[in-house]
């Protein structure tokens, strides 16, 4: 009695600071009430001896406590004599679930219908091994539900307004998040990272151009005899072509490992002098370098003797591809030997991972998310130890929740036609809502078959894509260089060096973003209904995003060159096409959109801030003398009186100011005292003028910062 009065009365004192209130009702449901309203009705608590035959507790107040610890953030605890615990949760069956899973299910960004665990899902339509995840999902009725594990459990979206997860493990915690103020879900986004965890700014290499190969062993041209020689060449082609790159990262093979690893060197046949290769590619070509890794001891290498010898390794479950099993981490000499071994990487001037597997076998399912943690603990460890935080990019394709903090992602290895390209969008967009915010697709595809896939149509579209993606990254190789047939007598190279220029040219506002992402949680590709929450008809886009809140970007992810777009309420009333400047669209229309494949539908909205420019010159060393330089270009509306854009750069923030004024038809820029380089910000207005979409320039110092322009007419 004692137990069930401490519960009614922490309740009672927690929630009294606020609107909410979580009760338990007779039939063992929890509701989360604001007065008369249900908000969330957590239909039952789960435990059970298997997960198959979990129910509703029994005696609901054993083992369960519950309370708000926080105003809009409940605490619940399970903790019985069960082997599972999950929970349920109902609402009308027009509520949609999102989250959990980055792959998109049936091509959707909701989780309608869909049964399945906590795992990496491999094998699919579109992507193959498309893996990060969390334990946690929003619900279009204005909540998240966060489950605070690693255990392996499943999720259950199948009955209509309906969610159910069940997980391995005798104690449970979750959450559930209710909206801060008219935050909506983008502050649930935010408290649940801020229970959970963050992700570390990326370093600007790391955001791309990046380029790569399947295989820098073979593939030669020219004079090329080794893959060092073949990465120069690539090196030396994007110079010629005037290609902007920051990083380059070679998959395996490299190393004399069987298949290229577990020797932790690079083969002196393909690389013979690694370290000052490497320094060259840096110092030299202005570009990172960074290698593939995995958790599978292939026979024959270091990596297996040690773990033979030692009794490492997880037991023979025959795991895909025959790369060998996995060590388990969670014996403490063998993750110190592995990452001992990592760390001849960072030593000879490796700056980052590309983090592979872990989900095909070669461990059983149900530690798979705890090894996968472990793992990116120790490749993030190997790496910040001799750089330092910020300064070496990691990206994986199986992550989980809290492994945000160490590793950004790629979406695994989707399919190089049009059906891979859209669920790439829908993947990098539901890798957003489970915030896994720095985000890449393989640039035109992973999984090739002949001699000419993807197509030139294809691969011109993903490279718009990516273009406005977090990150940029362009897989190379055989029969598959632009430069090189049978690809040379196409419009591909072209393509690839307008869009990789335009995504150089965009990282200003990429990195604001990033700084965003790290702060906060909120991820750079959002659903349009995380900026537009209260239009219904963005709740099943799957095919456009908002890209930061400025830019609303419609991928053309279909052969032929036109597609449907709809322009959401909301964040604006008008949007204006980005490239051209002559098309404004009403919002709360659809209007089909024709673009060349030199082109991508991008729209700006009313009172955008967006920076650009050349502000890292990775391998431009064509520009003798290059500075750095920054603009902001300023699309002032007399619909939208105030406007902010917080720029990050140099590691300090800015906050940047856009003020109209109807009456004498004026717009302000305040720049905040942004200095930048010793010579000013340079300011561009989108306005009209003497002739349609005139720009005026004009610079401005950190003395002030202010500048102002009247009777003008604006392209909204």
């Known amino acids: 009695m004692a137990r069930i009065l401490w519960l009614a009365l922490s309740a009672l004192l927690t929630t009294a600071l606020c609107d909410y209130t979580i009760t338990l009702t007779p039939s063992s449901a929890l509701l989360v009430t604001d007065g008369n309203t249900t908000l969330v009705n957590n239909t039952a608590v789960l435990a059970g001896g298997q997960n198959t035959t979990a129910e509703p507790l029994k005696n609901a107040t054993e083992g369960l406590a519950y309370a708000f610890l926080t105003p809009t953030i409940a605490k619940i605890t399970l903790n019985t004599s069960n082997a599972f615990h999950g929970a349920r949760f109902s609402a009308s069956e027009s509520t949609r679930f999102y989250g959990v899973w980055e792959y998109p299910f049936n091509n959707r960004i909701d989780n309608a219908n869909i049964s399945f665990e906590l795992k990496g899902v491999g094998n699919n339509v579109g992507v193959n091994w498309s893996n990060a995840r969390a334990p946690f999902f929003l619900s279009s009725a204005g909540y998240g539900v966060y489950a605070d594990t690693l255990k392996m459990g499943s999720y259950d979206f ?19 998040i209710l909206p801060k103020g008219d935050g909506g879900l983008k502050s649930v986004i935010e408290q649940y990272t801020e229970l959970s965890a963050r992700s570390e700014i990326p370093p600007t290499s790391g955001l791309g151009p990046t380029f790569w190969s399947d295989d820098f062993t073979q593939d030669f041209h020219g004079n090329v005899s ?18 902007r790159a920051t990083s380059i990262f070679a998959d395996r093979p490299y190393g004399s490992g069987n298949r290229s690893w577990g020797n932790f060197d690079f083969d002196p ?37 040690a773990s033979i010898q030692n009794h490492w390794l997880f037991p023979d479950d025959h795991p ?40 095909e076998g070669e461990m059983p399912d149900y530690v798979q998310n705890e090894q996968m943690a472990l793992f990116l603990d120790l490749a993030y460890d190997s790496m910040v130890g001799t750089w330092g935080k910020s300064r070496f990019y990691n990206f994986a394709r199986s992550a989980v929740d809290r492994s945000r903090a160490k590793t950004h992602v790629w979406n695994g290895d989707s399919h190089a036609n049009f059906t891979g390209l859209a669920y790439s969008v829908a993947s990098g967009i539901r890798s957003g809502l489970i915030s896994f915010g720095i985000w890449g697709s393989d640039t ?39 430069w090189y047939p049978p690809y040379d007598n196409t419009s591909t190279l072209a393509v690839m060096k307008q869009t990789a220029n335009l995504h150089a040219d965009l990282l200003p506002y990429i990195q604001s973003y990033t700084n965003d992402v790290s702060k906060t949680g909120l991820p750079i590709i959002r659903a349009l209904f995380l900026e537009a929450e209260k ?8 095919d456009s995003y908002f890209f930061g809140s400025e830019f609303l970007v419609a991928p053309i992810v279909n052969a032929g060159g036109s597609r449907s777009v709809y322009f959401p309420n909301g964040p604006s009333k008008s949007y204006l096409e980005y490239f051209n400047k002559t098309r404004v669209y009403s919002a709360g229309t659809t209007a089909n959109i024709s673009s060349p494949l030199t082109s991508m539908p991008v729209f700006v909205k009313q009172g955008a801030i967006i920076p650009r420019g050349d502000v890292y010159q990775g391998n431009a060393k064509w520009i003798q003398g290059w500075t750095p330089d920054l603009r902001l270009e300023l699309y002032p509306s007399f619909d939208v009186p105030e406007s902010k854009f917080t720029y990050y750069g140099g590691g300090a923030e800015t906050e940047i100011v856009l003020t109209t004024n109807k009456t004498d038809r004026s717009a302000t820029v305040d720049t905040g ?21 005139r720009v005026m320039d004009m610079k401005v110092h950190g003395d002030g910062g202010s500048l102002k322009v009247t009777n003008i007419e604006t392209l909204f």
Do not use: C
Request: glycine share 10%; no cysteine; charged share 20%.
């Open 269 to 305: 046949a393909q690389y013979p002098d690694p370290a000052s290769f490497i320094q060259n590619l840096t110092e030299v070509s202005g570009i990172d370098f960074q290698v593939w890794i995995a958790n599978r001891a292939q026979y024959g290498t270091k990596l297996y003797n």
């Open 673 to 693: 005292g942004l200095e930048f380089n010793g010579w000013g910000v340079k300011i561009v207005w989108f306005l009209k003028g003497a002739e349609e979409g």
């Open 226 to 243: 080794n893959a060092q020689e073949n990465i120069q060449d690539l090196v030396n082609h994007l110079y010629d072509n005037r290609i």
């Open 158 to 176: 199948t009955t209509p307004g309906g969610a159910q997860f069940i997980f391995n493990s005798s104690s449970l915690v979750y959450y559930i």
């Open 535 to 542: 239009d219904e008809k963005t709740w099943d886009v799957n």
């Open 444 to 482: 035109g595809g992973y999984t090739r078959e002949g001699a000419l896939t993807p197509s030139p149509e294809v691969w011109a579209r993903w490279m718009w894509f990516s273009a406005f993606s977090p990150v940029y990254e362009l897989m190379l190789g055989t029969n598959h260089t632009p």
């Open 320 to 359: 895909v591809g025959g790369l060998g099993e996995a060590l388990n981490l969670s014996i403490p000499a063998a993750y110190n030997y592995f990452d001992e071994s990592l760390k001849y990487f960072p030593a000879v001037g490796v700056k980052g991972y590309k983090i592979d597997r872990g989900e």
